[in-house]
């Protein structure tokens, strides 16, 4: 059975710091991770998404591969306390199931 | 991003009634949509696949006679809970990918919040 990990959390940063989510899989034969951020009461929305091992930069956002941990993390820099939401981790298996595989998410607490 | 859209955003209803949840894709056509179900402080499961012009294929669990999909064009998609019972409850959000974007990432509806007294 396909799992997705996540510490529920809270996870709480102060303004300005850098915030580490992180997720691990157990389908080896996963090949597309994303990351979703999800205020309460809305439906997720798309932050990154991530296909080969390594780092990849969007603006604050930096997500991290690495298939033979099965391990995958978002850096948030500069944490702004419009950034509280809880964070979902997601992976796809091209030629399996065509939904999405969640995890629990998150909850990530920006202080003031 | 893509814009899925899904109507209604909150719906409140009797038990034993019937639900339909539309979703669309609003700028592009969608031969494949998704729906998922999210209960309070869970994550969101899958319920199943819809086709354009085809059955849908439900995830292990959900009953298909009782979630009935129906994707008739390519940017329409409804889910209908049929006799729905307070259990059913929870936050029904479709997704969609978008091929020309990506075969893999899927854009989410503002999703359907569903109350069975």
């Known amino acids: 059975q396909k799992e997705v990990e996540q510490n529920s959390g809270p996870l709480s940063v102060p303004e300005g710091a850098i915030a580490s989510l992180n997720c691990t899989y157990s389908?080896?034969?996963?090949?597309?991770f994303f990351w979703y951020r999800q205020y309460s009461g809305k439906s997720p929305e798309l932050i990154m998404s991530i296909y080969s091992n390594g780092d990849k930069e969007d603006g604050r956002f930096t997500a991290q591969l690495n298939k033979a941990s099965q391990y995958v993390s978002l850096l948030i820099r500069d944490s702004q306390p419009s950034d509280s939401a809880t964070y979902l981790c997601a992976v796809y298996r091209r030629g399996g199931a065509d939904g999405l595989t969640f995890g629990k998410g998150t909850h990530l607490i920006i202080q003031p | 991003g893509a814009v899925v859209s899904q109507h209604p955003s909150r719906v409140i209803c009797k038990s034993g009634t019937s639900v339909k949840i539309e979703c669309r894709s609003l700028d592009f056509q969608a031969t494949t949509m998704f729906w998922y179900r999210q209960f309070p402080k869970q994550s969101l499961m899958l319920m199943a696949t819809s086709n354009e012009g085809s059955k849908a294929t439900y995830e292990q669990g959900v009953e298909k006679d009782k979630f009935l999909i129906n994707h008739a064009s390519l940017t329409l998609s409804t889910l209908t809970v049929t006799s729905a019972h307070p259990e059913d409850s929870s936050f029904y959000i479709c997704?969609?990918?978008?091929?020309?974007?990506?075969?893999?990432?899927?854009?989410f509806g503002p999703g359907t919040r569903l109350t069975v007294l």
């Open positions: 389908d080896r034969g996963s090949q597309s």
């Open positions: 997704s969609a990918r978008v091929p020309l974007i990506s075969t893999d990432t899927q854009y």
